[in-house]
């Protein structure tokens, strides 16, 4: 299991918290053990989720910013999670190229998104890098 698998347990995890309100340790031990990941991918996994849940409403409020047709509560679930995991990363994780946050990101989305998602998710990304004063002011403090 390499670093994208444990994107996607970390989506999982995510989604679980976001739809469940499933307690993070909880749901991680329980995705990890699922799917059979080892120590670096469950400490990789582990950073992308509290990290995610740590900066959730400056993020949230970064996706609320540039999605002004689609309140975030509106949003697909799935889609949401995978936009707070990219975000995160983009933000907050200076060793991890924004470039590979947001192909990661579509990736995922093709794999647990709808046929919509990754020109949803790809769009909402790209407005976010694109206004960086107005929308993520971290992403230019991290350049």
């Known amino acids: 299991m390499g670093r994208r698998q444990a994107r996607e347990t970390a989506l999982q995890v995510l989604f679980q918290i976001d739809l469940g309100k499933t307690e993070p340790d909880l749901a991680l031990n329980n995705t990890a053990e699922e799917f059979g990941a080892g120590p670096q991918e469950i400490e990789f996994a582990r950073q992308l989720v509290m990290g995610t849940l740590e900066h959730i409403e400056e993020i949230d409020a970064m996706i609320g910013k540039v999605s002004k047709e689609w309140q975030l509560n509106r949003m697909a679930n799935v889609d949401r999670n995978i936009m707070r995991l990219a975000i995160f990363e983009m933000n907050y994780r200076a060793d991890i190229p924004k470039s590979v946050s947001v192909n990661e990101a579509l990736e995922l989305s093709k794999i647990f998104g709808t046929p919509d998602s990754v020109r949803f998710i790809n769009g909402i ?19």
């Not at 990304?125 to 350049?143: F, H, Q, R, T, W």
């Open 125 to 143: 990304l790209g407005k976010l890098l694109d206004n960086k004063d107005e929308a993520a002011p971290v992403i230019s403090s991290l350049e």
